[in-house]
């Protein structure tokens, strides 16, 4: 077997999970500009073609250019009709390519307007969820055991950093709390945003799986918003935290001791001491050698966003091989692919599979290790034993679906 056979009708045929997928970055474009026609949001072009070429492109400047999608994706997203149909066409999306497990993550503070409260948006996205499962799951072929049935839960994200102009819901925080330290406005907003979380899951009986931070690192720790995260902790709400992509390695040692991180997203400089900029870890060798081994041995998992990262990081737009991935798999750390953004990014689960078996050289037991991780590290809605049975289901049909391409990777142990 070389590790060139891995063909890519193989990989868009293997069961995928996608851990790191935010809804306002996937959309499909053709919704996109039916919601901005109906709600009188204006583009910079009224056709795909038009927006593919001025906004959601293959590559960009910079990260702000990167960024500015999101801007005219979530002005679309301020009603419940909205949200549930894109919550329900990304599901539908991703079981069109396999994706057997998804976790969609968003902000619903920036989706908030007058009446519309972040549990009723919350509701409004778990809805869309909850009718693309049922009708996929409905299909002869599931309910026959031929296939496993499809899963998906909502990741709840707070902001490191806001302004009063992101939302009229961040607005009212700096104008009830004119004297507040920024810092202390961006933790009590995090703690409310985690109550509600908790208060959809428990209370509402939403899929709400998790709790994430995201936005600029430097400047803006992750010890902000212990209190949040402490909250989420001890109602067992799934902890993830985006890290390690902004900032340095002592990023992501933040998020796994302040935050209880169980996921790091991205941690792309996990390995990298140039970027460590605590001035009181002398030995930045000895630093990362520690944090990696901490990371690995307690199945901390790294979601990886390859297409993302070459698109925002300048040292991976030319040679994707720079990106840690190798050094990553090298470790023993559990990784699992993912997104990102669809639209943004321009990408698919498929699409990140095949980039790292072109640009790492996975054989199919290595494939095999990584797509498992995902649906093993998921945040599933379930009782563990529920969850065993399911991912057992997954993985004979990964097995299965292997051997049917003439890789047999039954059992046995990764070399």
Request: glycine fraction near 6%.
């Amino acid at each position: 077997m070389t590790k060139q056979s891995i063909s890519p009708k193989l990989i868009a045929q293997l069961p995928k999970s996608d851990l790191h997928l935010h809804l306002d970055g996937s959309l499909r474009l053709e919704t996109l500009l039916e919601l901005a026609k109906e709600r009188k949001v204006k583009l910079p072009s009224r056709t795909k073609s038009g927006l593919l070429e001025l906004v959601f492109k293959r590559a960009y400047k910079n990260l702000p250019e990167y960024l500015r999608g999101f801007e005219l994706t979530v002005a679309c997203l301020q009603d419940a009709e909205s949200l549930e149909r894109v919550a329900y066409e990304l599901c539908m999306d991703c079981r069109a390519e396999n994706v057997f497990y998804a976790e969609i993550r968003f902000a619903p503070q920036l989706h908030v307007s007058g009446s519309f409260g972040v549990r009723d948006v919350l509701k409004a996205v778990c809805k869309g969820v909850e009718k693309a499962k049922k009708e996929i799951n409905r299909h002869p072929r599931v309910r026959a055991g031929k296939v496993p049935r499809f899963e998906a839960g909502v990741i709840v994200c707070a902001l490191r950093f806001f302004l009063p102009a992101f939302s009229d819901h961040y607005r009212a925080y700096f104008e009830a709390l004119p004297s507040a330290p920024a810092a202390e406005i961006y933790s009590l907003a995090s703690l409310e945003l985690a109550r509600a979380a908790v208060s959809a899951s428990e209370d509402d009986g939403l899929p709400v799986v998790g709790f994430d931070l995201a936005g600029q690192e430097r400047g803006f720790p992750a010890k902000d918003h212990q209190a949040a995260y402490q909250l989420a902790h001890e109602h067992f709400l799934g902890k993830t935290v985006h890290a390690g992509e902004d900032y340095g390695p002592e990023s992501i040692f933040q998020a796994i001791t302040d935050c209880h991180a169980d996921r790091i997203g991205h941690g792309t400089w996990m390995f990298s001491a140039r970027h460590i900029r605590d001035k009181s870890i002398t030995n930045k060798g000895a630093y990362i050698d520690n944090l990696v081994r901490y990371v690995a041995e307690r199945r901390i998992t790294l979601e990886v966003c390859l297409t993302s990262n070459q698109q925002t990081i300048p040292e991976l737009r030319k040679d994707l091989r720079k990106h840690p991935f190798r050094k990553m798999r090298e470790a023993r750390c559990s990784v699992s692919l993912c997104t990102d953004n669809r639209l943004v990014s321009r990408t698919t689960v498929t699409d990140e599979v095949q980039k790292a078996v072109d640009t790492f050289g996975l054989d199919a037991r290595a494939l095999k290790d990584i797509l498992i991780y995902g649906f093993k590290r998921s945040f599933f809605h379930g009782t563990y034993a529920d969850k065993r049975d399911w991912v057992r289901s997954v993985l004979n049909h990964l097995e299965d679906t292997m051997a049917l391409a003439g890789h047999d990777v039954r059992g046995g142990r990764r070399k």
